[in-house]
């Protein structure tokens, strides 16, 4: 049974280039969370997609965007990186509706390097 | 910030002791959950506690929840070099909302 699995592992890009990260859910997992956690931090909510939508929405700009496949994969592309954009990029994945009582199930992340 | 705080922020203790530590949150929650975080790699989820639980085991770990403080504590009972890693609460607010808010963490070292 495969867990959450995430592409690419590390990356490295250049201010103000753009960024698409990827992410496939747990089997039988049907909603996709997005985390970015700066080194030393607790992770920090980005947004969360159900049902190709995005449900909810954390405290980032509109250059964070993302996208839910029917196959319920997950990307998050950020446009015209900044450094303070470097961080782990967490995907995690939970059953229907991820509300309440859902634990989330985290792949091992993206480590973003902005220079 | 929303993120919650927790306590100390780094704990060192020898094999066979136990740990203890704390998280501090701010808003009404629906429940409470702790991970865990081993350098560079994802979340494991350990354990989770709702808001009408005071108190909740899973083999050697033990959380509390004090909602009138806002506070939960998670114990690490006889600990193992393996529970080397860093340990986070986060919170689910009540009234639908599907974020999680987390805590700043407390590093974790066992010392064999």
């Known amino acids: 049974d495969a867990g959450v699995t995430q592409s690419p592992t590390h990356l490295i890009k250049t201010r103000g280039q753009q960024v698409t990260l990827r992410c496939s859910p747990k089997s039988g997992h049907d909603t996709v969370s997005w985390y970015q956690q700066a080194l030393g931090q607790g992770p920090q909510f980005i947004f969360q997609?159900?049902?190709?939508?995005?449900?909810q929405r954390g405290n980032f700009p509109d250059r964070f965007s993302g996208h839910q496949f029917p196959n319920y994969s997950s990307e998050l592309n950020v446009n015209a990186l900044l450094l303070g954009d470097s961080a782990l990029y967490l995907c995690?994945?939970?059953?229907?509706?991820?509300?309440?009582?859902?634990?989330?199930?985290f792949g091992n992340g993206t480590r973003l390097t902005v220079t | 910030s929303q993120q919650g705080e927790e306590d100390p922020q780094a704990l060192s203790i020898q094999e066979g002791e136990n740990a203890t530590m704390n998280c501090s949150y701010k808003t009404s929650i629906n429940n409470l959950q702790w991970y865990r975080q081993n350098s560079g790699r994802g979340l494991v989820h350990l354990i989770l506690i709702r808001s009408n639980e005071r108190e909740k085991h899973s083999g050697r770990l033990r959380v509390t929840l004090d909602t009138s403080k806002k506070s939960s504590s998670l114990l690490i009972t006889a600990s193992r070099a393996a529970d080397t890693a860093s340990y986070f609460c986060?919170?689910?607010?009540?009234?639908?909302?599907?974020?999680?808010?987390f805590g700043t963490g407390t590093r974790l070292k066992v010392l064999a």
């Open positions: 995690a994945s939970s059953l229907v509706g991820g509300l309440y009582n859902s634990p989330l199930h």
């Open positions: 997609y159900y049902e190709e939508e995005e449900r």
């Open positions: 986060a919170t689910v607010g009540q009234g639908g909302t599907y974020k999680y808010i």
